[in-house]
């Protein structure tokens, strides 16, 4: 099936640095989503791309859809505690696939 | 305009026993889609529906099984529970079949023991 790779897999990090984690794919995506869940709850959709080389920003988060179509990335600057969480890439043709999460823990 | 509504949002089960989870889109979605997750796996897609129909299956066994009433209501149903069934199962739903985002309801806890 259709795997996709996500790093990190945790990043510690301190309150006001930007934040790097990106995904990797062997198959070609239409669409490369990334989502965030906090504990206990669904993923919530932060940023859609739908073309190659697409960049979107979303607030703080920036998001790119790779030329090849094959890998995303996601940038999150200035993070804030509230940031923490488990962030999921999603790479969409007929059906979502993820990655495995990246787990982002911010200390104040 | 209410997101996706999963019910019951937890459920103990014992081996051996089926349960049935319901899912209600977002009004005006019609793809309804399943996933289990489970700390060792991670999110795995377990099936999709459209306009009543099942448009594409994960690699899950046939216990696992799904279905799509005409108001856009999913449910799925899993017969002969195992202990390895104990996950988060979430509903995601998106307005068509291909090509847009999906958003996802809380989820069901389900343990089985």
């Known amino acids: 099936g259709q795997q996709l790779n996500q790093s990190p897999q945790s990043m510690f990090i301190q309150e006001g640095e930007d934040v790097s984690m990106n995904c990797t794919s062997s198959?070609?995506?239409?669409?490369w989503l990334w989502y965030k869940q906090d504990p206990g709850e669904g993923p919530v959709l932060l940023i859609a791309?739908?073309?190659?080389?697409e960049l979107t920003s979303n607030g703080r988060l920036t998001a790119q859809f790779g030329i090849t179509r094959k890998d995303s990335f996601l940038n999150i600057s200035a993070s804030i505690p509230s940031d923490v969480g488990i962030y999921f890439c999603?790479?969409?043709?007929?059906?979502?696939?993820f990655g495995a999460g990246t787990r982002l823990t911010v200390k104040p | 305009k209410a997101g996706v509504t999963q019910t019951p949002r937890y459920l103990i089960k014992t081996r051996g026993q089926q349960v049935t989870l319901s899912c209600s889109p977002i009004?005006?979605?019609?793809?309804v889609s399943w996933y289990q997750q489970t700390p060792g796996q991670g999110l795995q897609f377990l099936f999709e529906?459209?306009?009543?129909?099942?448009?594409n299956k994960g690699n899950f066994p046939g216990r696992f099984s799904g279905r799509q009433f005409s108001n856009s209501r999913s449910e799925m149903n899993v017969s002969t529970l195992e202990l390895g069934d104990s996950a988060l199962y979430l509903c995601?739903?998106?307005?068509?079949?291909?090509?847009?985002?999906?958003?996802f309801g809380q989820g069901t806890r389900l343990t089985v023991v």
């Open positions: 995601a739903s998106r307005p068509n079949y291909r090509g847009t985002e999906a958003f």
């Open positions: 198959s070609i995506f239409n669409t």
């Open positions: 791309l739908y073309k190659a080389g």
């Open positions: 999603a790479g969409q043709n007929n059906d979502m696939r």
């Open positions: 009004s005006g979605h019609r793809s």
């Open positions: 529906y459209f306009s009543e129909t099942q448009r």
